[in-house]
């Protein structure tokens, strides 16, 4: 099964970067890394520079895809928020009962596709006005139908977990969880 993690100028590289390391580490899953930007290269929040697998506009599949994340980070999930082939992606994704999942600042894609109206949500704290008549939870990790959120780089490796569980299982999950020494 195949996972998009989107990149954007300044998305937050702790999120973005757990997120496909633990993923790619279910051999189930194949992860790629889709830039939005004028190029492969990304630069997150804090200068990492990483080498996107592929450009949106190479995306001529979403079918082959079960899942797509948004990873926060500012001005990252703001530039994602602001680009209408996300949008489109997120919506297509969500209308065909697909895995959508954002972290961090991240859900502000979700409420611009128009995704979270009565949906239980989270997010880093104070972007629960950008988030509209969502149904704002405080827990790490928020799963609601298809759609699973969590609150920033404290909470990635829980994000994480949470996406492989859906994904792969919660048998791959707990398995990943001991290899990779969480306790919690």
Do not use: W
């Not at 994480?160 to 398995?175: I, P």
């Amino acid at each position: 099964m195949k996972v998009i993690v989107f990149l954007a100028p300044g998305f937050e590289e702790v999120e973005a970067f757990t997120v496909v390391d633990y993923l790619r580490r279910i051999n189930s899953i194949q992860v790629d890394m889709v830039a939005i930007g004028d190029s492969l290269m990304v630069s997150g929040s804090h200068q990492i520079a990483v080498k996107a697998d592929y450009h949106i506009d190479e995306l001529l599949n979403l079918d082959a895809y079960e899942a797509v994340v948004i990873p926060g980070g500012m001005p990252g999930a703001a530039n994602l928020r602001d680009d209408p082939r996300v949008i489109k992606i997120v919506r297509d994704m969500d209308a065909a009962g697909k895995l959508v999942a954002a972290i961090c600042a991240g859900p502000i894609v979700l409420a611009k596709a128009k995704l979270v109206s009565g949906k239980k949500v989270t997010s880093y704290p104070g972007y629960e006005p950008d988030l509209g008549d969502s149904i704002y939870q405080e827990d790490a990790v928020v799963r609601d139908g298809n759609l699973i959120t969590s609150r920033g780089p404290g909470t990635a490796v829980d994000f994480a977990l949470e996406l492989v569980s859906v994904l792969a299982g919660a048998k791959e999950a707990e398995t990943l969880r001991k290899k990779i020494l969480y306790n919690k």
